[in-house]
């Protein structure tokens, strides 16, 4: 007898997400979902913070209209979306009310999987969305942000999804999105959670291919007790995508495991988005190939593309090595938060302030609120030092609690302000897409009655928009040291910092 | 204490022969090899027959001077070459004496380990081979062609790597060249040789990526105890090549087993290769992604897109299905060969002849050899009426012997030949350059003088070479059925068959 281990399908989020800059339209995932809803996944990945903001900036697709066009199509299947706790979909922290809101419409809407996860792994930043969505009766995935540090051992992971199952997770999910999971720890967490908080809690793993192992870690980690794999369709995977569903498959034949699939609906499947993936082209990761360097430098590969731009705009090029060996510290001073959005450009942007101007003579806000706790709480101390340096840079005290607990009630303001918007249709679900991007929701409410963009439909002109923080290199022979100060503008998510730079 | 797992470097001979059409030149390797040489490899596989075939065909290059070459810059490593057992380099068999000569000038040239295999997996056709690698007192590493059928069981497989070693085999390697080698028969095989052959017995392990499970095949084969595993640096890796050296050494860490390979060293290569890999772009494999189809088909990709090459030149484009599903009926009728140069070809292309003119109508010279036993013996019996036919079309009887045994001594006329030709230096290489390619060497030998040409060097205007069996479209809608007489070529390995084909 085989043991069963059910798969979650990424294709329709994080997959097209992580390779062709999430611009895959609704209109080229529909034939699929006949296929996708038969194939006997345990659940379909298909929205998120990336896929929202996706639809509204460039698409012009409402993205709860996607949700009901997944729901209509795949009516055998489990929709999942991924959640940043607090954040909701988008850059800061909501008040909880709005936080309920969202989880009771997204519910209402289709959805069945809310994977509820905090960029710095502070379960109290997850505990309102996964109480929300326990109560509209859905399932919970209660979330570990995997990385690595002298700080993240076994143990605390182990005792981290304790956490989350006392929280009430329904499953407990295993996030590594940088391809840091190697088998061994893949396989020594697994077990660990399975002995600590009992063989019957689901475990949950999703893995990005980027360096090459992380099919070999779900081998072991099914052999640990792993009930739900993540995988991609093999025409949408590898490189910084996931390993391919197909070869998941094949690689259990005969061990004792076994997936439920039907081969011939992924060999559909397949087809299908391997026609799709060309019209896409303009929007290729540049990086399609494996990189394992991350394994020492912690610094994910759309990390240093970022860094590289910023350093490029300053004419310092050439200054790189001295940033990449700088961001293990900044991570060290901020105590070790693991690196994802939005804590990778958090700390890639301090480390380029750091190399240019002098270490921590200038902070950005972002990453002062995140030295004074307004983030939420980090594996380890935090450097005094930077934490003073950061009280007189943002002007306000270190907090240690939930820091949701500070913000006051605003759905009735967000709602006012959405509601004034030409072209908004008054709906929760309208309020809801203001309130997480209220820089694009203006201009998507005003336009969306044109209907959807299909960027990919032909062969597109448009060039790759820039990644967030990027911006054009600019001319110059970018060797030259800075020998004037210089004003330049940081994203992270949705706010642009005016910045001015001077030699140190 | 971790045990030590060895690894060969493929990025010389079948890493650049999957991906780029063995069209990388000697000039773009000679920068990576002290980095090889010091990275603590325990081989470097560097030649073989298709980057022999490729230097005099394409590149203008001495394959002797680019093994001399390796030789010189590699002086701490083994060097490997892939030799087809009784065909040497070549595609057909060669009488015993000019094996031995062979073998007896690459020991001489720097040759270290002599991966010695037979497309069929008789080993008679290896015997005189690995007899003459030993009296060099060099590595003989006996092959085992991996395969599926009902009759490829892992007993099977075992028992013919205790021929092997019966025959002296230094080594035992199991090649999986189609990526079918899926982890639980890896584990098993591995094991079976072990506790058959003596735990003593080094086996080595050769898997493509295509399938995308290999890497976890590899895992498991060393669990079972593979002592030497291929793998090719990450720049060139995948798709139809292998899994990334990189990769392999973080997947073991932690556990229990370890390599010595130099992480500083692989990313020198690394980068070295990624350089260097765009310059050939007009040679990339079309097929870079995962294909598991091959599990249930058992024909691989090449195959298939020779096929189809030679049923659009029929205008018979739209009979793939036909051919595809009459490829494991003619496999089975030809005894179960594996699917690997130059079986693949003879099945394939009778295949085609099958749907297009009816079943055994026309046979190709070489599927009749095939059947008459002038390839050496199957796993299972062949099909007595097909036989048959075989013996009326070419006009022979069937054999049992070794089929080298019928051969006379040739080294002489083959020198004499040789040396005749135009640029030919006399030495007993460039006997054995005309040997085994005597169409191409008489052009080769007259403009080595000229020296190397790198296809790669610029971006090149160069349309890739038709694959072997290959040959342009033809104009037409590829739709209608034959109606008349069609003349046609169809090429196998160097011979060139004009075949008349009229509807069955």
Same mark, same amino acid.
């Given at each position: 007898?085989?043991?069963?281990?059910?798969?979650?399908?990424?294709?329709?989020?994080?997959?097209?997400?992580?390779?062709?800059?999430?611009?895959?339209?609704?209109?080229?995932?529909?034939?699929?979902?006949? $296929?996708?809803?038969?194939?006997?996944?345990?659940?379909?990945?298909?929205?998120?913070?990336?896929?929202?903001?996706?639809?509204?900036?460039?698409?012009?697709?409402?993205?709860?209209?996607?949700?009901?066009?997944?729901?209509?199509?795949?009516?055998?299947?489990?929709?999942?979306?991924?959640?940043?706790?607090?954040?909701?979909?988008?850059?800061?922290?909501?008040?909880?009310?709005?936080?309920?809101?969202?989880?009771?419409?997204?519910?209402?809407?289709?959805?069945?999987?809310?994977?509820?996860?905090?960029?710095?792994?502070?379960?109290?930043?997850?505990?309102?969305?996964?109480?929300?969505?326990?109560? +509209?009766?859905?399932?919970?995935?209660?979330?570990?942000?995997?990385?690595?540090?002298?700080?993240?051992?076994?143990?605390?992971?182990?005792?981290?999804?304790?956490?989350? #199952?006392?929280?009430?997770?329904?499953?407990?999910?295993?996030?590594?999105?940088?391809?840091?999971?190697?088998?061994?720890?893949?396989? $020594?967490?697994?077990?660990?959670?399975?002995?600590?908080?009992?063989?019957?809690?689901?475990?949950?793993?999703?893995?990005?291919? +980027?360096?090459?192992?992380?099919?070999?870690?779900?081998? #072991?980690?099914?052999?640990?007790?792993? /009930?739900?794999?993540?995988?991609?369709?093999?025409?949408?995977?590898?490189?910084?995508?996931?390993?391919?569903?197909?070869?998941?498959?094949?690689?259990?034949?005969?061990?004792?495991?076994?997936?439920?699939?039907?081969?011939?609906?992924?060999?559909?499947?397949? /087809?299908?988005?391997?026609?799709?993936?060309?019209?896409?082209?303009?929007?290729?990761?540049?990086?399609?190939?494996?990189?394992?360097?991350?394994?020492?430098?912690?610094?994910?590969?759309?990390?240093?593309?970022?860094?590289?731009?910023?350093?490029?705009?300053?004419?310092?090029?050439?200054?790189?090595?001295?940033?990449?060996?700088?961001?293990?510290?900044?991570?060290?001073?901020?105590?070790?938060?693991?690196?994802?959005?939005?804590?990778?450009?958090?700390?890639?942007?301090?480390?380029?302030?750091?190399?240019?101007?002098?270490?921590?003579?200038?902070?950005?806000?972002?990453?002062?609120?995140?030295?004074?706790?307004?983030?939420?709480?980090?594996?380890?101390?935090?450097?005094?030092?930077?934490?003073?340096?950061?009280?007189?840079?943002?002007?306000?005290?270190?907090?240690?609690?939930?820091?949701?607990?500070?913000?006051?009630?605003?759905?009735?303001?967000?709602?006012?302000?959405?509601?004034?918007?030409?072209?908004?249709?008054?709906? /929760?679900?309208?309020?809801?897409?203001?309130?997480?991007?209220?820089?694009?929701?203006?201009?998507?409410?005003?336009?969306? $009655?044109?209907?959807? #963009?299909?960027?990919?439909?032909?062969?597109?002109?448009?060039?790759?928009?820039?990644?967030?923080? /990027?911006?054009?290199?600019?001319?110059?022979?970018?060797?030259?040291?800075?020998?004037?100060?210089?004003?330049?503008?940081?994203?992270?998510?949705?706010?642009?910092?005016?910045?001015?730079?001077?030699?140190?």
């Amino acid at each position: 007898m085989s043991r069963l281990v059910e798969v979650t399908e990424l294709a329709l989020r994080d997959a097209h997400q992580s390779l062709l800059a999430t611009r895959m339209a609704t209109e080229d995932m529909v034939g699929a979902c006949e $296929d996708i809803d038969k194939a006997g996944y345990w659940s379909v990945e298909c929205w998120g913070g990336a896929t929202y903001d996706s639809c509204i900036r460039f698409l012009n697709e409402d993205p709860w209209e996607r949700l009901r066009t997944f729901r209509r199509l795949m009516p055998n299947s489990r929709l999942q979306m991924l959640l940043r706790g607090q954040n909701l979909l988008g850059y800061r922290h909501y008040e909880d009310t709005v936080v309920d809101r969202f989880v009771d419409k997204s519910a209402e809407n289709g959805m069945d999987v809310f994977r509820v996860f905090d960029a710095l792994n502070d379960v109290r930043n997850l505990k309102r969305a996964m109480d929300a969505v326990r109560r +509209t009766g859905k399932i919970a995935e209660g979330t570990i942000c995997y990385t690595t540090s002298p700080l993240h051992t076994v143990e605390k992971f182990v005792e981290m999804a304790q956490r989350l #199952k006392d929280m009430g997770a329904d499953t407990i999910c295993i996030k590594d999105m940088a391809a840091l999971l190697r088998p061994r720890p893949a396989y $020594d967490i697994v077990k660990g959670i399975k002995e600590k908080c009992g063989k019957e809690t689901l475990v949950h793993v999703h893995v990005h291919s +980027t360096t090459g192992v992380t099919l070999v870690s779900l081998q #072991k980690a099914i052999e640990a007790g792993a /009930d739900i794999v993540d995988t991609s369709i093999s025409s949408l995977s590898l490189g910084p995508g996931h390993n391919p569903t197909e070869s998941l498959v094949e690689m259990l034949a005969d061990t004792g495991y076994t997936t439920r699939l039907d081969k011939d609906r992924l060999l559909k499947i397949k /087809d299908h988005f391997a026609k799709v993936r060309p019209r896409y082209a303009a929007f290729e990761s540049k990086i399609l190939g494996v990189e394992t360097e991350i394994f020492d430098s912690q610094i994910p590969g759309g990390m240093i593309s970022n860094m590289e731009s910023q350093l490029r705009q300053q004419g310092a090029g050439d200054r790189l090595k001295e940033v990449l060996a700088e961001v293990p510290r900044v991570r060290e001073a901020a105590g070790y938060p693991p690196l994802v959005t939005p804590s990778s450009q958090i700390v890639g942007t301090q480390a380029v302030f750091n190399v240019l101007m002098g270490e921590y003579k200038a902070l950005t806000g972002e990453f002062a609120d995140l030295m004074l706790g307004y983030y939420g709480e980090t594996i380890a101390a935090r450097a005094p030092a930077i934490i003073e340096a950061a009280v007189k840079h943002a002007k306000k005290d270190p907090i240690t609690c939930r820091p949701a607990d500070l913000l006051k009630p605003e759905w009735e303001a967000l709602r006012d302000a959405a509601i004034g918007l030409k072209g908004c249709n008054g709906s /929760d679900e309208d309020v809801l897409t203001y309130a997480m991007f209220p820089q694009v929701a203006p201009k998507f409410f005003s336009t969306r $009655d044109q209907g959807p #963009k299909n960027v990919g439909k032909v062969p597109s002109t448009e060039p790759a928009a820039p990644a967030k923080g /990027d911006a054009p290199a600019r001319a110059g022979n970018g060797k030259g040291p800075i020998t004037a100060p210089v004003t330049y503008e940081v994203t992270i998510g949705e706010k642009s910092h005016k910045v001015t730079v001077q030699p140190a």
